[in-house]
C-alpha cells in the first residue's frame, strides 16, 4: 500500500482535490457531448460549483447523502461532483427501479436531496412523499442543451407522451439552479480520505441489497492502479470516448468519468445504448479513440448493419468488464477493428477494479493481472490458501477494497477474512504467470451429486455451436430435491434443433455436465450493464419476460 500512496496523487486527500486539478488543467477542453451539443471541463467544474452552493445554502451537513437518479445526461457529472464539493455522499439509483426498488434504497441510506429526472417524476412522486426527503431538485435531459435544442426536445417529450403530468408540493428546477445569478461562495470543506465518497447498491456477495461505502481514498487509489497501465497509452487531451454505459453503474463511474477525466477525454454521452441506431449515428460524427463497454454491447454493435461505417481509425482501447467476453465476439471483434479487447475484473466493493489484462499482450480467457499494491488469494472452503493453479474462492485485500456495507456491521465476518481479505464469492484459480482466471460465481455452481459443474464451461461449448446467439446454464432442483444442468438458449436467426446441440455437449463435455433440458427464449433477463439474472431462470421460464408480458397486456 505504501508505494500506491507516494504515487501521482500524493498531492490529493480527497476527490475535490482531484477535481479541482482536473477540470482546471482542462478548463478549454471539451468534456462531453450529447445531441451535437456539448460541455467543457471548465463548465462543468462552473456548474458543479453552482449546484454545490444550493447544497449548502440549503443545509447539506458533512456525511449527508444526495440521491441522483438520472440516465446519462450532461449534468449529471456536475450533480456527482457538487455533492463532493458541499461534503455530501453521492448514492447512485438506477432510474429504470420500480417505485418499490426505490423506496427500499432511499429509506436505507436517507438522502437530504434527491436529484431526479422530470421523466421519472410520476413513478416517485408518491416514494418521495413517503421517505420524506427535504429537498426535491428535478432535472430535465436538455437543461444544458441550448435553448432551441432543449425547447425542441421537451415539446417531442410532451407530444409523444413520455413527459409525465405530477403533482408535488415542492420542488425545485435544477436548471433554476444552473442558471441562476448567484456567483457562488463556497464554505471549504476538509475531507480525509477515510471520508465517505459514494453509497453503491449491490447485491454483494452474499446476494441481498446493499450499499458499499466507497471512500474517497478507495477512489483515488483505484484511480492511481488504473492509470498506471495506460499512461503511456493515451494522450492527455486527445482522445474520444464512446460514453455507452450507465454513469450510475460503478465501472461507468470510475473508468470512463473519473479516470477519464484525468486524461482530459472527450466524450460522446449516449443516454440509451439500447438504441443502437442512436448510438451508432453519434459515434459515426467523431473518430472515437476508446471504448468502455460489456459484453452485450460489442456483439449488439457487431450485429448492426451499420457498424462498419464507423470511423474507428483512431481506435487505440477497448476495454471490457462487469462479464466475461464470450470467445466468438472477442475474436469476430478483433478481425473486424483490428483491435484486441482487453478484459478487466473489478467489483463495486472495490471500486471497482482489481485485475487488468496487459493491453499489448492480453490473455484471453483471463482476466488478467492484479493491480498494483493488489493482493490476491484463493482460499478453499475453510479460507486456507490453496496451491497456485488449483481451485478456490478469489479474495482480495488492497487499499481499493470498500470500507463495508452500509448499515451492515454483522456481515463483517461473512465477507472479510480474519486478515481482512474480501471474499468475492467468484471462483477461479491464479496461474504461475500471476494470470488469473476465474470459473464462475460460487453460488451459480451447480452440485451433480457431489460434483461441481461450472456453467461457463457448458455454455462456452453451446456458444460455439451454429444457431446459438446467446446462453445461460444454471441448476434446476428435480422433484427429488437434487440438481440437474439445465441451459437457456437465445436463437441467432434459426432455431437450433436440441438434439444437434446435446450430440454438441457429449463430444466435449464428461456425462454429469450434459443438459437435461434446454430451453428457447427470445431473450436472457440481463441487468442494466447486460449481465445475465439467472435468479429470474426458472423451470423453463424467464420470470423477466413474463413481467414485460403482463405489463403489455395491460
Given at each position: 500500500m505504501d508505494a500506491i500512496l507516494s504515487g501521482w496523487y500524493k498531492q490529493f486527500t480527497s476527490l475535490n482535490d482531484y477535481y479541482a486539478h482536473f477540470l482546471q488543467r482542462f478548463s478549454e477542453y471539451d468534456a462531453f457531448v450529447q445531441f451535437g451539443s456539448g460541455v467543457t471541463y471548465g463548465e462543468v467544474w462552473r456548474i458543479a460549483q453552482k449546484i454545490a452552493y444550493f447544497f449548502q445554502q440549503n443545509g447539506i451537513e458533512k456525511g449527508d447523502r444526495v440521491a441522483i437518479i438520472l440516465p446519462n445526461c450532461l449534468v449529471y457529472p456536475s450533480c456527482i461532483i457538487a455533492t463532493h464539493l458541499s461534503g455530501g455522499v453521492a448514492l447512485n439509483l438506477n432510474p429504470e427501479y420500480t417505485a418499490y426498488e426505490l423506496e427500499v434504497r432511499l429509506r436505507d441510506a436517507n438522502p437530504r436531496f434527491v436529484?431526479?429526472?422530470?421523466?421519472?417524476?410520476?413513478?416517485?412522486?408518491?416514494?418521495?412523499?413517503?421517505?420524506?426527503?427535504?429537498?426535491?431538485?428535478?432535472?430535465?435531459?436538455?437543461?444544458?442543451?441550448?435553448?432551441?435544442?432543449?425547447?425542441?426536445?421537451?415539446?417531442?417529450?410532451?407530444?409523444?407522451?413520455?413527459?409525465?403530468?405530477?403533482?408535488?408540493?415542492?420542488?425545485?428546477?435544477?436548471?433554476?439552479?444552473?442558471?441562476?445569478?448567484?456567483?457562488?461562495?463556497?464554505?471549504?470543506?476538509?475531507?480525509?480520505?477515510?471520508?465517505?465518497?459514494?453509497?453503491?447498491?449491490?447485491?454483494?456477495?452474499?446476494?441481498?441489497?446493499?450499499?458499499?461505502?466507497?471512500?474517497?481514498?478507495?477512489?483515488?487509489?483505484?484511480?492511481?492502479?488504473?492509470?498506471?497501465?495506460?499512461?503511456?497509452?493515451?494522450?492527455?487531451?486527445?482522445?474520444?470516448?464512446?460514453?455507452?454505459?450507465?454513469?450510475?453503474?460503478?465501472?461507468?463511474?470510475?473508468?470512463?468519468?473519473?479516470?477519464?477525466?484525468?486524461?482530459?477525454?472527450?466524450?460522446?454521452?449516449?443516454?440509451?445504448?439500447?438504441?443502437?441506431?442512436?448510438?451508432?449515428?453519434?459515434a459515426k460524427k467523431i473518430p472515437i479513440s476508446v471504448i468502455v463497454g460489456v459484453n452485450t454491447l460489442f456483439y449488439k454493435l457487431l450485429q448492426h448493419p451499420h457498424f462498419s461505417s464507423l470511423n474507428l481509425s483512431r481506435l487505440k482501447l477497448v476495454v471490457a468488464g462487469g462479464m466475461p467476453v464470450h470467445e466468438s465476439v472477442a475474436k469476430e471483434w478483433k478481425t473486424r477493428t483490428g483491435i484486441s479487447i482487453v478484459e478487466g475484473y473489478g467489483l463495486t466493493e472495490t471500486s471497482p477494479v482489481v485485475c487488468i489484462n496487459p493491453y499489448r499482450n492480453s490473455r484471453r480467457g483471463s482476466i488478467g493481472l492484479a493491480v498494483a499494491d493488489t493482493e490476491i488469494i484463493f482460499l478453499d472452503d475453510e479460507h486456507q490458501p490453496v496451491n497456485t493453479g488449483e481451485i478456490g474462492e478469489l479474495a482480495i485485500r488492497g487499499p481499493q477494497v470498500m470500507q463495508g456495507y452500509w448499515g451492515c456491521h454483522s456481515e463483517e465476518t461473512q465477507i472479510f477474512t480474519k486478515d481482512r481479505f474480501f471474499l468475492t464469492g467468484d471462483v477461479g484459480y491464479q496461474d504461475s504467470d500471476g494470470f488469473v482466471f476465474l470459473k464462475e460465481r460460487k453460488k451459480d455452481m451447480i452440485d451433480i451429486s457431489g460434483l461441481k459443474v461450472y456453467p461457463s464451461e457448458v455454455e462456452q461449448v453451446l456458444l460455439e455451436q451454429v444457431g446459438v446467439a446467446d446462453v445461460a446454464v444454471v441448476g434446476e432442483k428435480t422433484p427429488s430435491g437434487h440438481e440437474q444442468v439445465v441451459a437457456y438458449i437465445v436463437s441467432a436467426g434459426q432455431v437450433s434443433e436440441p438434439n444437434i446441440l446435446l450430440n454438441a455437449c457429449r463430444e466435449k463435455l464428461t456425462p454429469y455436465k450434459i443438459p437435461k433440458k434446454i430451453y428457447f427464449c427470445h431473450s436472457l433477463p440481463k441487468n442494466n450493464v447486460g449481465k445475465v439474472l439467472k435468479r429470474l431462470l426458472v423451470n423453463g421460464v424467464c420470470l423477466q419476460q413474463e413481467s414485460e408480458k403482463t405489463n403489455e397486456k395491460k
Open positions: 436529484i431526479v429526472l422530470d421523466l421519472f417524476m410520476d413513478k416517485i412522486v408518491d416514494v418521495l412523499e413517503k421517505v420524506a426527503i427535504p429537498v426535491t431538485i428535478v432535472a430535465s435531459t436538455g437543461d444544458l442543451l441550448p435553448a432551441w435544442k432543449r425547447i425542441g426536445l421537451q415539446f417531442f417529450l410532451w407530444l409523444s407522451k413520455r413527459l409525465p403530468s405530477y403533482t408535488m408540493s415542492s420542488v425545485i428546477s435544477l436548471r433554476n439552479v444552473i442558471h441562476s445569478d448567484v456567483s457562488p461562495d463556497l464554505s471549504p470543506i476538509k475531507l480525509n480520505p477515510s471520508d465517505l465518497a459514494f453509497l453503491q447498491y449491490t447485491g454483494g456477495t452474499t446476494g441481498t441489497v446493499k450499499a458499499a461505502m466507497l471512500t474517497h481514498g478507495n477512489l483515488l487509489a483505484n484511480l492511481e492502479q488504473m492509470r498506471l497501465p495506460f499512461c503511456d497509452l493515451l494522450e492527455e487531451g486527445q482522445e474520444v470516448s464512446l460514453f455507452a454505459l450507465p454513469l450510475y453503474h460503478i465501472f461507468c463511474l470510475t473508468v470512463n468519468f473519473l479516470l477519464a477525466m484525468g486524461f482530459g477525454v472527450k466524450h460522446v454521452m449516449i443516454i440509451d445504448p439500447r438504441r443502437l441506431d442512436s448510438v451508432i449515428r453519434q
